[in-house]
């Protein structure tokens, strides 16, 4: 039965995290005394029409018992990308007009830009909205190209950057909202990487841009709020980021 009143938002926390070197699946890696989890969960919670499901994977047992009732939840087994995370909740997704997906690394995502996101989604019409920022160092995200006129015209994977590339700076940071049945239609369309063998969702946002697609990019000031932790230098950034924002 489709819940029509609703949205579902996905959070992506199949992955190892191996760059924290820490025995605890990274979701539950803590953060000022939180596990990282429980930030996207709470952000998410906050809404009465939005319901959670988190994609689990690496030491399952440990994050499903962590998140209790909170969230439903489906099992990627094999680690093949955030695309083949997407493919594992298609049962889900039949049920909801809109979907979130948020990778399970970025704690700091503030209610507010979730609530900017549906009211931007829904006064737009659009297909795909998502979120980026304009950081002032380089991370291994991909980058957003503009044209003259704003209009998007591609999405380059950080590992495919050239030269010139690595001097743009509109980061894409892995937080969508997406209309459920183009995202149904448009999942099918992704393939796997050849050198990876990984499925990888950012590919959505370049095959929107050749199908003409309604996207709909939004822009975030506060670049750290959206940054994912890799390292535990990660963590101390964005603190230093967030102390510095409040004293000023």
């Not at 990308?81 to 049920?95: E, M, Q, R, Y």
């Not at 704003?150 to 590339?165: A, I, M, P």
């Not at 209309?179 to 149904?184: C, E, G, N, Q, V």
Request: net charge positive; aromatic share 12%.
């Amino acid at each position: 039965m489709e819940n029509k009143s609703s949205y579902l938002a996905i959070i992506l926390a199949a992955g190892k995290g191996t760059r924290l070197d820490s025995e605890v699946p990274k979701p539950l890696y803590k953060v000022n005394n939180l596990p990282i989890i429980d930030y996207l969960i709470n952000t998410f919670s906050f809404f009465s029409n939005i319901e959670i499901l988190t994609v689990v994977g690496y030491k399952k047992d440990k994050l499903i018992n962590h998140i209790q009732n909170r969230s439903f939840y489906v099992v990627q087994d094999v680690q093949n990308g955030t695309g083949g995370a997407i493919k594992v909740s298609l049962d889900f997704i039949k049920k909801y007009q809109n979907v979130f997906v948020c990778v399970g690394d970025s704690p700091f995502v503030h209610k507010d830009y979730i609530e900017k996101m549906m009211l931007s989604h829904q006064e737009t019409d659009s297909d795909c909205s998502f979120l980026y920022s304009k950081f002032p160092f380089n991370l291994p995200y991909a980058r957003l190209f503009f044209n003259n006129n704003g209009e998007l015209k591609k999405l380059t994977e950080s590992c495919d950057l050239k030269k010139g590339d690595k001097d743009v700076r509109h980061f894409f940071t892995s937080q969508y909202l997406f209309k459920a049945k183009f995202l149904l239609n448009k999942i099918k369309s992704l393939g796997l990487n050849k050198e990876t063998g990984e499925c990888n969702l950012t590919e959505i946002i370049n095959i929107c841009i050749k199908d003409k697609s309604r996207i709909n990019p939004i822009l975030i000031e506060e670049f750290w709020n959206l940054m994912g932790i890799n390292t535990l230098d990660d963590i101390d950034k964005i603190n230093s980021y967030k102390n510095y924002d409040k004293k000023n």
